[in-house]
């Protein structure tokens, strides 16, 4: 069955510090990758997604994502990091097929010190 | 443009009533549907998912139900609530072809 894994679950920093979030998948077929976000007080959207091509993603805000497929990878990155940063980030995950579940990490609460 | 439409935003409900959470999706057809719940510390967790009218996925044995009773219509049910049932419950839409969930704004439901 697919499963993520985000092993951070809270992670604090100062304002203008390198960002990097982990997420590690199961499956072994071909995936779809995501990350979203939910700000405080908002609903989910989506921050980046791989389908397939380039395996470095960039996304909104400044944020950008690695695929791995050898560590079965999707780091998030982000060079530094601003206050309105503050929210709570999850990785998921669908295979690559026109019909099928995602499934969605733990969820990493980041929180910026301004 | 899509719109996901998910109501009421809050609910209180006693041990024992029953539940009907309602979710329509708009400015799309044949969409994939999902149910989820968001627990502080468990991320999102699957419920339920629908690729079609009438044809409803189950992930997690529990007591609740799911239906599509439309193409662009998903409802959560359940006969009779456990204090358990309490959380904050999603629904999402996500296109036949390799896109990404978009989310409604979800239910927080408090079974007193």
């Known amino acids: 069955a697919q499963s993520v894994s985000q092993h951070n679950h809270h992670v604090i920093l100062s304002e203008a510090a390198s960002l990097e979030l982990g997420c590690n998948y199961s499956y072994g077929g071909t995936v779809n990758l995501f990350w979203y976000v939910q700000y405080p007080g908002q609903h989910l959207q989506l921050l980046l997604k791989?389908?397939?091509?380039?395996?470095l993603v960039k996304g909104i805000k400044g944020f950008e994502a690695e695929f791995i497929k050898s560590k079965f990878s999707f780091n998030l990155r982000k060079p530094s990091v601003q206050w309105s940063d503050t929210a709570e980030y999850f990785c998921a995950v669908n295979k690559y097929s026109s019909a099928s579940k995602i499934i969605f990490g733990s969820g990493t609460r980041l929180s910026i010190r301004p | 443009s899509q719109t996901i439409h998910q109501w009421p935003a809050t609910l209180v409900q006693p041990v024992g009533s029953p539940l009907s959470l309602e979710c329509t999706v708009e400015g799309t057809s044949n969409p994939n549907l999902y149910w989820y719940r968001q627990a502080a510390g468990r991320g999102l967790q699957l419920l339920f998912y629908s690729v079609g009218i009438g044809q409803i996925s189950s992930e997690v044995p529990q007591n609740l139900s799911a239906s599509r009773p439309q193409d662009r219509q998903f409802i959560l049910s359940s006969k009779k609530l456990l204090l358990s049932d309490s959380g904050f419950y999603l629904c999402a839409w996500g296109g036949q072809q390799n896109t990404e969930a978009f989310f409604g704004q979800g239910t927080r439901l408090t079974v007193v």
């Open positions: 791989y389908f397939s091509g380039d395996p």
